[in-house]
């Protein structure tokens, strides 16, 4: 039975009541106050994921965590997805004088005066992005970082027509809608396995009576699904790469190797040449792609060091260690992250914010040492030829 905004589903003996909202909109943080008011549920499911349940309870967590400690922990990814619905988010409040996400804290609220349990029943942002990324080409990735990172810095305004459109919709699918409209397979982990997911952790929440605080996007998609069963783990897993294309990524450095070690078979002192080649075009590439960015003194040698090695590693890269170094010896707090948008429009702000000038040094590094690394091998078949 559907009644303004309320879908209620009798599943398996539980009552379930889907509250269909609109994340920009104070009526429907209303709404969720009075029907959990009303209803006293047992559980209180809302569309959130613990990283962003932890951005929206405990926000001085995040300001409090410098770059250094979030690549450690293998949270970049997540604090960059962050920064984009945070930038997002931003614009649009200052735009409107609304607060995105009401509604969701509003449940959280809710379910503590009520005693009600807090089920946090949407996928792993970091999951949803990866099955994402799995699912694109070279193309398609880099378009959803453009689209990212436009979401983070575009000064764009937002019109009337187009705030009303994305009350239908959740932030994640609002930022990559353009994208999704490119790419219709990405229907399935943005939109698809989220409605699965939801629908299984609410149907599985403790107790007889439960209440579903979701995006007026999914509802249609959970009371579809939630007469079917869902194997969370499988939903919940992350893609590996395919074996050919984890393959191809050492042919190249094992192709470099051999060539080098079959020259030394043929004349050592041209091994050595060589060997000397490739340590010298990749690291002063690589140096000179940190010196470039003005990176700390240690930072430019790291790059000098790494790049020799890292260049024969597919899963490794230059620009990377040169970033965590200068993010060490120039540590950023999130605080630098939150001055992100404003600081990028002015190239005094471009050069002082800390994190600008680590991504600047990992770009630089990375794109240096790939020239390098080019001519490198050049001159490695040159030398291989001349003593074949």
């Given at each position: 039975m559907t009644e303004n905004n309320l879908t209620r589903i009798h599943w398996n003996g539980k009552e379930i009541i889907l509250i269909g909202t609109a994340h920009i909109s104070r009526q429907s943080a209303e709404q969720v106050k009075e029907v959990i008011e009303r209803e006293r549920p047992d559980a209180v499911c809302v569309e959130l994921d613990r990283q962003r349940y932890q951005a929206i309870t405990e926000g001085n967590r995040w300001?409090?965590?410098?770059?250094?400690?979030?690549?450690?922990?293998?949270?970049?990814a997540l604090l960059f997805a962050n920064l984009a619905l945070s930038s997002f988010q931003k614009r649009m409040a200052r735009q409107f004088g609304i607060r995105p996400g009401q509604e969701m804290i509003q449940g959280i609220e809710s379910a503590k005066e009520t005693g009600a349990r807090l089920v946090l029943a949407?996928?792993?942002?970091?999951?949803?992005?990866?099955r994402i990324?799995?699912?694109?080409?070279?193309?398609?990735?880099?378009?959803?970082?453009?689209?990212?990172?436009?979401?983070?810095?575009?000064?764009?305004?937002?019109?009337?027509?187009?705030?009303?459109?994305?009350?239908?919709?959740?932030?994640?699918?609002t930022i990559l809608q353009e994208f999704?409209?490119?790419?219709?397979?990405?229907?399935?982990?943005?939109?698809?396995?989220?409605?699965?997911?939801?629908?299984?952790?609410?149907?599985?929440?403790?107790?007889?009576?439960?209440v579903a605080v979701l995006g007026a996007a999914h509802v249609p998609g959970v009371i579809r699904e939630i007469e079917r069963d869902h194997d969370l783990g499988e939903l919940e897993e992350v893609p590996v790469k395919k074996r050919r294309f984890h393959l191809?990524?050492?042919?190249?450095?094992?192709?470099?190797?051999?060539?080098?070690?079959?020259?030394?078979?043929?004349?050592?002192?041209?091994?050595?040449?060589?060997?000397?080649?490739?340590?010298l075009w990749t690291g002063s590439f690589s140096a000179a792609g940190a010196a470039a960015a003005f990176g700390h003194p240690l930072t430019i040698l790291t790059a000098f060091v790494a790049a020799p090695l890292?260049?024969?590693?597919?899963?490794?890269?230059?620009?990377?260690?040169?970033?965590?170094?200068?993010?060490?010896?120039?540590?950023?707090?999130?605080?630098?992250?939150?001055?992100?948008?404003e600081d990028i429009m002015s190239v005094k702000g471009f050069w002082n914010n800390k994190v600008t000038r680590i991504l600047l040094i990992v770009i630089l590094?990375?794109?240096?040492?790939?020239?390098?690394?080019?001519?490198?091998?050049?001159?490695?078949?040159?030398?291989f030829f001349q003593n074949v």
């Open positions: 300001k409090d965590m410098d770059i250094f400690q979030v690549i450690k922990e293998k949270k970049a949407d996928r792993d942002i970091q999951t949803t992005f990866s990324w799995h699912n694109v080409g070279w193309k398609g990735k880099s378009l959803l970082l453009a689209q990212v990172i436009s979401a983070i810095f575009s000064r764009e305004t937002i019109s009337e027509e187009e705030l009303e459109k994305m009350k239908e919709q959740d932030m994640i699918q999704a409209d490119q790419f219709p397979e990405l229907k399935k982990p943005l939109v698809d396995e989220r409605d699965q997911y939801l629908a299984e952790r609410i149907k599985t929440a403790p107790g007889e009576k439960i191809l990524g050492w042919l190249l450095p094992a192709l470099i190797v051999v060539l080098i070690a079959a020259t030394f078979f043929l004349n050592p002192s041209a091994g050595v040449d060589q060997t000397l080649s490739w340590v890292t260049t024969l590693h597919p899963l490794l890269a230059s620009g990377w260690f040169a970033g965590l170094v200068q993010a060490f010896i120039r540590r950023p707090s999130v605080r630098d992250f939150e001055n992100l948008a590094t990375n794109i240096a040492t790939s020239v390098g690394t080019f001519i490198a091998g050049v001159d490695i078949v040159r030398l």
